[in-house]
């Protein structure tokens, strides 16, 4: 029998209790000049002071664990790696940011959670290999702050630091409570998860800043003809729109990218073609798979992929037209990659095919319609709490890693396919929208 009654109140409380105890101490003492200057006075409170502290604590929470101190090491590593949110809320809010600190505190995460992996990977919860690979991509991404400009972490630095606390976490449940089916299962991708997010992170520090945008751009190219070929060639379709899926995320930052650090004059074209392979030709073969009768399918299939392909067109033409540079805060018309989650995860998850035929078909109209839909990136996204989105970006990675290792995949389905269709209807709540009709 599983001990849920003591993971939660032996782990979960403690935990939770110290995050809260956290925020309301950063948030509290935080609040007015006097406070921040009194901060800014005490050197011990300074954000590099609070990264340097860390730097032995991995190696003590390793000893901990080797010790038999199962609970205290789990505590008392949760301790620390919340420290890593104090240290950066200091240093936005006393304007005690430096370029030392972009060094150290970075560093001072890798001291964290290396010994705890490597001593895993001694005892055998981890695979030697994948932590061996992590924690040569993450040496050598620290090792290239010392010749580059920018030498705070990446986005993925920050993706991959979360997932390996959640990687540890898993595994140090395991460790304390013995074995977990539903949590054991999920620690291989999620090893694997980090492995590639450490890859990302070195990788893009390394190229100049002007080839990001399009490498993110390529990227998600490469999953839309990787998911074609899962699908041409007779593989579950819910394969082809993992990679999809995964082309979204990639989607979601390269506009930014390249109004940040700029692009190449083919990085508009590399984009385009990206988002209508992924999100046009890949789900147009997953409806059409969806389908009995295959003239059906190539029919419905079709018409989506053609509603992609004018939605790209109409919303280059448009923009050229008007003179805009840079991304935009709304679309007009359903943007693609929506388009692409609700068809694809639709076709997936429903087995009717007539619910499938007339969601596919209302999603492409949709598409080339002129309903007010917001840039989910830029209006969407910065309106939610930082501390949800990390949640739930957390949440969400862990029930794919189970996925993946389990073919389990509704729940993530379920979670996309609901998501979707509550933003394909929200202009019915916008009063921008009201306000325009």
């Not at 009194?38 to 080797?66: E, T």
């Not at 969601?359 to 709490?385: C, D, N, Q, W």
């Amino acid at each position: 029998m599983i001990p849920y009654s003591s993971i939660l109140t032996e782990i979960a409380l403690p935990v939770f209790i110290m995050l809260g105890l956290e925020r309301f101490a950063v948030y509290y003492f935080l609040r007015t000049p006097r406070q921040i200057a009194w901060v800014q006075r005490h050197r011990w409170l300074h954000p590099n002071a609070i990264s340097r502290a860390r730097y032995p604590m991995g190696f003590v929470s390793a000893l901990l664990l080797h010790m038999g101190y199962a609970h205290l090491c789990f505590l008392f590593f949760t301790f620390w790696m919340i420290t890593d949110i104090t240290d950066g809320d200091i240093a936005r809010r006393c304007d005690l940011y430096t370029e030392e600190g972009a060094t150290i505190d970075p560093l001072s995460d890798k001291l964290m959670y290396a010994p705890m992996l490597m001593y895993l990977a001694w005892q055998g919860p981890l695979s030697p290999l994948l932590v061996g690979l992590f924690l040569a991509f993450d040496i050598t991404g620290q090792v290239s702050r010392r010749f580059i400009t920018v030498k705070s972490a990446n986005l993925f630095g920050k993706a991959k630091t979360f997932m390996v606390v959640v990687l540890l976490i898993v595994v140090g449940l395991e460790w304390i409570y013995g074995p977990l089916p539903l949590l054991g299962r999920s620690i291989y991708p999620l090893l694997a998860m980090c492995t590639g997010l450490a890859f990302c992170s070195t990788f893009f520090k390394v190229i100049p800043n002007y080839w990001y945008a399009n490498i993110l751009s390529i990227l998600n190219l490469v999953c839309g003809l990787a998911g074609c070929w899962v699908v041409l060639t007779g593989h579950p379709p819910v394969y082809a729109l993992g990679l999809v899926f995964l082309g979204q995320f990639l989607d979601l930052f390269d506009g930014r990218a390249a109004e940040r650090w700029g692009s190449t004059p083919q990085g508009e074209l590399f984009d385009d073609v990206a988002d209508g392979t992924s999100f046009g030709l890949t789900v147009g073969l997953i409806v059409m798979v969806a389908f009995s009768k295959l003239w059906i399918g190539l029919l419905i299939g079709g018409a989506y992929l053609a509603a992609v392909i004018y939605r790209l067109i109409r919303f280059v033409v448009e923009k050229r037209k008007e003179g805009v540079l840079g991304g935009v805060a709304t679309f007009s018309g359903l943007p693609s990659p929506a388009g692409a989650l609700m068809a694809g995860t639709s076709c997936v998850l429903i087995s009717n095919q007539l619910a499938n035929g007339i969601i596919v078909i209302i999603t492409a109209l949709l598409m080339i319609s002129r309903v007010s839909y917001p840039h989910f990136g830029r209006a969407v996204l910065p309106r939610i709490p930082k501390i949800v989105k990390v949640l739930v970006l957390g949440g969400f990675l862990f029930m794919l890693a189970l996925g993946v290792r389990r073919d389990q995949y509704l729940a993530p389905l379920l979670i996309s396919f609901v998501a979707d269709a509550i933003y394909l209807i929200s202009p019915l709540f916008s009063r921008a929208s009201r306000k325009a009709a």
